[in-house]
């Protein structure tokens, strides 16, 4: 059973746009804080963006504005929207879950790449130039 089921991804040329979701199922997703963290062959993973238990967002500095991270309260479906895409922005993308107790402060983007509970099998983002 699938924990966290990501889609959106595809290929698209350097200044458009790209929509990931991500649907959580078989867990309290009320009880993690949700997020984004991506991987490219040869790469440390970055973390994207994040809410925290308040439901506020946290991005990485090379976002710069770009994309936007929001989640529905009923179902907890998390989503990345992404503009003004570049290459360097071409990754495997991850949505990940962590429990609640550990989704506070300055580190959540960490936390998230290296102390997720839940992780998606990724979603493949290509941004040609």
Same mark, same amino acid.
């Given at each position: 059973q699938v924990a966290?089921?990501?889609?959106?991804? +595809?290929s698209v040329q350097a /200044?458009?746009?790209l929509r990931l979701s991500c649907a959580p199922n078989g867990f309290p997703a009320e009880t993690y804080c949700m997020g984004w963290f991506r991987q490219?062959? +040869?790469?440390?993973?970055? /973390?994207v963006a994040a809410l925290d238990r308040e439901g506020t967002a946290t991005y990485a500095d090379f976002v710069e504005g770009r994309f936007t991270i929001s989640q529905d309260n009923a179902k907890k479906n998390l989503s990345l929207q992404m503009s003004?895409?570049?290459p360097d922005d071409t990754a495997m993308y991850y949505c990940?879950?962590?429990?609640?107790?550990?989704c506070s402060g300055s580190s959540l983007l960490w936390i998230l790449v290296n102390h997720h509970?839940?992780?998606g099998q990724g979603t493949q983002v290509i941004v040609s130039s």
């Amino acid at each position: 059973q699938v924990a966290l089921l990501e889609s959106g991804g +595809g290929s698209v040329q350097a /200044g458009g746009s790209l929509r990931l979701s991500c649907a959580p199922n078989g867990f309290p997703a009320e009880t993690y804080c949700m997020g984004w963290f991506r991987q490219t062959p +040869g790469k440390e993973r970055e /973390g994207v963006a994040a809410l925290d238990r308040e439901g506020t967002a946290t991005y990485a500095d090379f976002v710069e504005g770009r994309f936007t991270i929001s989640q529905d309260n009923a179902k907890k479906n998390l989503s990345l929207q992404m503009s003004a895409l570049k290459p360097d922005d071409t990754a495997m993308y991850y949505c990940a879950a962590v429990q609640h107790k550990y989704c506070s402060g300055s580190s959540l983007l960490w936390i998230l790449v290296n102390h997720h509970f839940y992780r998606g099998q990724g979603t493949q983002v290509i941004v040609s130039s």
